[in-house]
């Protein structure tokens, strides 16, 4: 490339260079632009947030925001449900797709074609909306936390892929395994599942951002405000504006309304920037080895 | 039963009975298909018994007689929507909104991942690149409300420039007129980014030799950019526009949902949250399960059609 670059040093390309460069830098602080915001109004006082319509530094720092929203129930609360059920449900759904996607890697096991068209149909159709309520409903698990993990508990194009990762997966390894006299869940348990640690992280975060930041699970099946999911009581706060969505213990005490807004985004975001470095990599993989076919 | 032990002493490989088959897989697999149960189970109770659920549209659902005990109505509530005026509006507010985004969402990315190939420094590249991808891992609450932050009619940072430079103090979020333009915005705010991948991805298979053998044939940066770059990723932007097409009916309930109000229902319902609306919000269930069997047919439909198209354009694409 840097002869390529040699070769085109006229002048007319240097400009579109520099332009090029600009806009670019426009585009990825346009992105970012929001979040420097947020994050430092939620240090801001309520009069500076008042008067100044924007700004990347505030002029009294203050953690009243975070104060507030750390002394609420009700956010406490969501956090750790939240927290809860991101890592049970991660869990669970790993479980479901990774004991699915084995058996349907082996091409001799009869019936496979038929589950994978199975899943592949479930894909392109489902009931909807309604009757899928109705089977949750019907189940009892309205109002329960299961609702929010058991049934997203496979994501189809997730187990294709996986199916996909464990069709190129060594097949002598297994045979010699299977002369050592262990069985297929041994194999799996012992031998697969060890060497597919990569593969395993990468979808314990696709399943953690998913169930994260899922929002019409719980809008669907959480009528009880006090099971209250982050995601939820994040819409409560910052697009309904409810002031005594968090609650308020002192009557006298005036609640930082602006600033707990930005705080709330802020604390959502956390865990999502935390592992972004590691979902920037890995999805970006997944996104191109997502194909169907196989 | 003599015969075919017969066969069996023979070692000819005996023509087994159907029974026989399914005991000797048994034996040989009875592991993996231990290890299907959880799967099997999730697809019966979670994706198919749904599908069963559908009969209720052609029923009169009642949730205390069940779905078998609910009396027949045939298409009564497939005609009761379609002679509705929400229908049209539905309809129409759906296919503004894909419109709009196959018109502006949909080349953004394409835009975008041109000019980062044309960036040659690789480092530069790759921190425009960390930074445009965020936004996809977030979740709709978060853009949402950060859109009610910024443009707040209270002093929200936009409101107050756009007052400043047009003199106008226009309330994006409640006015009917702005909600188009505010979830096409928010569209390319979070999607822009992350969309430039499988663009990217096609470039870099386009080997230098070609780029350097155009430069000594004194082809400028644009000619570059037209007769390589551009050929380049055609196939994928065919595939891509194809899907989006496949795609019209579903414009996402999650965004749509969060940005409605009182003020701009007229414009901005579509046919996700009015199912919400009317099924869960009022109960009627069985009207409601019409209305989203509506969408799932026409959507497999487009998807399947588009599909074939897809593939008539390149035998290597398509997703099945």
Known sequence: MSDMHKLHNTKPGRVFDVINIIFLAVAAIVTLLPFIYVVAGSFATESELARRAFFIIPETFTLEAYRYIFTSEAFIRSIVITIGVTAVGTAVQLFFTFTMAYPLAKRSLRGRKLLINIVIFAMLFSGGMIPTFLVVQGLGLIDTYWALILPNAINPFNLIIIKNFFQNFSVELEESAKIDGASEIGIFWRIVLPLSKPIIATFALFYAVAIWNDFMSPLLYLNDSSKWTLQLLLRQVTISSDPNALGNLDPDYVPPAEGMKLAIIVIATLPIMTVYPFLQKHFAKGLLIGSVKG | ?320
């Open chain 2, 1 to 320: 039963m003599k015969a075919l032990s017969l066969q069996g002493t023979n070692k000819q490989l005996p023509k087994k009975t159907f029974v026989e088959t399914l005991k000797q897989m048994w034996l040989r697999d009875k592991w993996l298909y231990v290890l299907l149960i959880p799967g099997i189970l999730y697809f019966l109770v979670f994706r198919y018994a749904p599908m069963y659920g559908i009969i209720i549209a052609f029923k009169n659902y009642v949730p205390y007689l069940g779905i078998t005990e609910s009396i027949w109505v045939g298409f009564d509530h497939f005609t009761a929507f379609f002679s509705s005026p929400d229908f049209l509006r539905l309809l129409g507010n759906t296919l503004w909104i894909s419109f709009l985004s196959i018109a502006i969402a949909f080349p953004a990315p394409i835009f975008l991942a041109v000019l980062l190939n044309e960036v040659r420094f690789a480092l530069y590249k790759k921190f425009v690149q960390t930074c445009i991808y965020i936004p996809h891992f977030l979740s709709w609450t978060i853009v949402v409300g950060l859109t009610h932050l910024l443009f707040s009619i209270n002093g929200g940072v936009i409101v107050e420039m756009v007052e400043t430079i047009f003199g106008m103090r226009i309330n994006f979020l409640a006015e009917p007129e702005w909600f188009r333009p505010m979830i096409i915005l928010q569209g390319v705010w979070k999607g822009t980014g992350w969309g430039t991948i499988i663009f990217l991805a096609a470039l870099a298979n386009v080997s230098p030799e070609q780029y350097e053998a155009a430069i000594v044939d004194g082809a400028g940066r644009f000619r570059r950019v037209w007769h390589i770059t551009l050929p380049a990723i055609r196939g994928t932007v065919v595939i891509m526009l194809i899907l989006t097409m496949g795609n019209v009916l579903s414009t996402g309930f999650d965004q749509i949902f969060l940005m409605t109000n009182s003020l701009n229902r007229s414009v901005a319902d579509v046919f996700d949250t009015y199912v919400y609306n009317v099924g869960i919000t009022r109960g009627s269930y069985s009207y409601s399960t019409a209305v989203g069997l509506f969408k799932s047919v026409v959507g497999i439909i487009l998807i399947l059609t588009t599909d074939f198209i897809a593939k008539k354009v390149d035998k290597e694409s398509g997703l099945f």
